[in-house]
């Protein structure tokens, strides 16, 4: 299938620094990219939608300010969190939606961003 | 997307059948099954979809029940690699720019 890629994988950093996380789809254009977190023993909740040349969408009680996402081009959308708190450590995981190509219309996850602040 | 249901977790013996359920009784006519699953620390593999009739593909076996209410997904040798959290998930078609709303899955444990 189609291979969606993480950077970093893992991440640790002081309390009140910014983390960047790249999402990358390898084989495939993504006009369309989700960001969900995960906090231990829970499942996935959707950060925000992800749009190629326009302004992320947000859910609802997601800062914008905080979570800056930026989606410059049809492979590649980043997540900036930041002055990072410890309450933000969590699993960060990025999906993209196939345009092109083999699985077009399909969803296709990363392998995740864990980040540890301290 | 319809809500679904799924038991929180399951057992099953190494080289038997795992056999998944969940229900989605709120299903609406244009949307698909979808099967993810989720090794820990890992992000969610894609396992397989169907709309109305059963599919299957070299991962595993998906069985839709005729009012669609239902379905079940199955692995049909589990080995201890398949040890994961399955999610069910009701969303519309795959051309739809919508995301997944994930539940709270099935913690699958292949035992040895």
């Known amino acids: 299938g189609a291979v969606v890629s993480q950077h970093p994988s893992w991440v640790i950093c002081k309390s009140g620094t910014s983390v960047k996380i790249e999402c990358r789809s390898l084989?495939?254009?993504?006009?369309?990219m989700f960001w969900y977190r995960q906090f231990p023993k829970q499942s996935l909740m959707l950060m925000a939608t992800?749009?190629?040349?326009?302004?992320?969408?947000?859910e609802q009680g997601v800062e914008k300010d905080k979570f800056l996402i930026n989606h410059a081009s049809l492979t590649l959308s980043t997540l900036t969190v930041t002055s990072a708190h410890p309450e933000d450590s969590s699993f960060y995981i990025c999906?993209?939606?196939?345009?092109?190509?083999?699985?077009?219309?399909?969803?296709?996850f990363g392998e995740g961003s864990r980040l540890t602040v301290l | 997307d319809a809500k679904t249901t799924q038991p929180p977790s399951m057992d099953c013996a190494e080289g038997r059948a795992a056999n998944l359920p969940c229900n989605h009784s709120?299903?609406?006519?244009?949307?698909?099954v979808y099967w993810y699953r989720q090794i820990h620390s890992q992000g969610p593999q894609y396992i397989i979809h169907?709309?109305?009739n059963n599919e299957t593909n070299e991962m595993a076996s998906l069985i839709i029940t005729e009012d669609r209410k239902s379905s079940t997904l199955i692995l049909p040798h589990a080995t201890l690699r398949d040890t994961a959290v399955y999610y069910c998930?009701?969303?519309?078609?795959?051309?739809?720019?919508?995301?997944?709303?994930f539940g709270s899955g099935t913690q699958l444990t292949v035992l040895p």
């Open positions: 998930i009701v969303r519309v078609s795959s051309g739809s720019a919508r995301q997944l709303t």
């Open positions: 992800s749009n190629e040349g326009s302004k992320a969408t947000y």
């Open positions: 999906s993209a939606r196939a345009t092109s190509g083999r699985g077009t219309g399909e969803l296709f």
């Open positions: 169907g709309l109305k």
């Open positions: 084989d495939f254009q993504a006009t369309t």
């Open positions: 709120t299903i609406s006519g244009n949307e698909y």
